[in-house]
T-cell receptor, first 115, second 116 residues
Framework: QKEVEQDPGPLSVPEGAIVSLNCTYS??????FMWYRQYSRKGPELLMY????GNKEDGRFTAQVDKSSKYISLFIRDSQPSDSATYLC???????????????FGKGTKLSVKP | GAVVSQHPSRVICKSGTSVKIECRSL??????MFWYRQFPKQSLMLMAT?????????EQGVEKDKFLINHASLTLSTLTVTSAHPEDSSFYIC????????????FGNGTRLTVT
C-alpha cells in the first residue's frame, strides 16, 4: 500500500458545482496536511495547510482532516473554470523548519470545471 | 506573492551540453531546499535535498554526477544538469520551507528543460 493514495481523475464538473477532492494515507504519524494547486507547466501553489484533525476554511476552499479515518478532503464551493488544475495533497509527520524531512505527495487529481 | 523564485522558466539545449537552474528564496533564508522532477501527467518526484554549506543528499536512482547541486548561500541553490540527453527533458521544480518553524513548503514556478 502506498503511503498516500489520491484518485488521479480526471474529474469534470460544471461551473458552480461543489468539488470534493480526497486523499487517504496509511502513516498515522502524519500531522501536517497540505493541498497544492498546480496549473499546467507551473510549480505547485500552496492552497491550504492544516495541522492535525479538523476543518479549515479559506474563501471558497475548505480543507478537512479526519485522522481517525486517515482521510483528508478539499472542498471547492462555487467552482469556476479558473479552478481547472491538478490538485495535489501532501503530508508530513513533523515540520523541522527545513532542517530535514520532505513531504509525501499524492499523485494529484486533475480537475476540469466547464463553463 | 512568490516566496521561491526559479530561473529560467524554460530552456532548450543541445544534447551533451550542461544547463544550470537557479532557485532563490525571497525574503527569507533557506538552509534546505528540495529539487523535484516531474514528467508529464506524473506527480512530483524528489531528486535531492540541497543543504546550505554541505553536500546534497540524493534520492535512490538519481545520479549525483549528472545532477550537480550547489547550495552556496542561504538564499540560493543551483541544479546543473551535466551532459544533458533527451531523456533528461522534464519539468524541474525547487522548493523551500518558509521562514518560520512551522511554515509549509513553497515551490518555485519550475523550469521546463528540453534537450534536443
Amino acid at each position: 500500500q502506498k503511503e498516500v493514495e489520491q484518485d488521479p481523475g480526471p474529474l469534470s464538473v460544471p461551473e458552480g458545482a461543489i468539488v470534493s477532492l480526497n486523499c487517504t494515507y496509511s502513516n498515522s504519524a502524519f500531522q501536517y496536511f497540505m493541498w497544492y494547486r498546480q496549473y499546467s507547466r507551473k510549480g505547485p501553489e500552496l492552497l491550504m495547510y492544516t495541522y492535525s484533525s479538523g476543518n479549515k476554511e479559506d474563501g471558497r476552499f475548505t480543507a478537512q482532516v479526519d485522522k481517525s479515518s486517515k482521510y483528508i478532503s478539499l472542498f471547492i464551493r462555487d467552482s469556476q473554470p479558473s479552478d481547472s488544475a491538478t490538485y495535489l495533497c501532501a503530508m508530513i509527520p513533523f515540520l523541522y523548519g527545513g532542517s530535514q524531512g520532505n513531504l509525501i505527495f499524492g499523485k494529484g487529481t486533475k480537475l476540469s470545471v466547464k463553463p | 506573492g512568490a516566496v521561491v523564485s526559479q530561473h529560467p522558466s524554460r530552456v532548450i539545449c543541445k544534447s551533451g551540453t550542461s544547463v544550470k537552474i537557479e532557485c532563490r528564496s525571497l525574503d527569507f533564508q533557506a538552509t534546505t531546499m528540495f529539487w523535484y522532477r516531474q514528467f508529464p501527467k506524473q506527480s512530483l518526484m524528489l531528486m535531492a535535498t540541497s543543504n546550505e554549506g554541505s553536500k546534497a543528499t540524493y534520492e535512490q536512482g538519481v545520479e549525483k554526477d549528472k545532477f550537480l547541486i550547489n547550495h552556496a548561500s542561504l538564499t540560493l541553490s543551483t541544479l546543473t544538469v551535466t551532459s544533458a540527453h533527451p531523456e533528461d527533458s522534464s519539468f524541474y521544480i525547487c522548493s523551500a520551507w518558509g521562514s518560520s518553524y512551522n511554515s509549509p513548503l513553497h515551490f518555485g514556478n519550475g523550469t521546463r528543460l528540453t534537450v534536443t
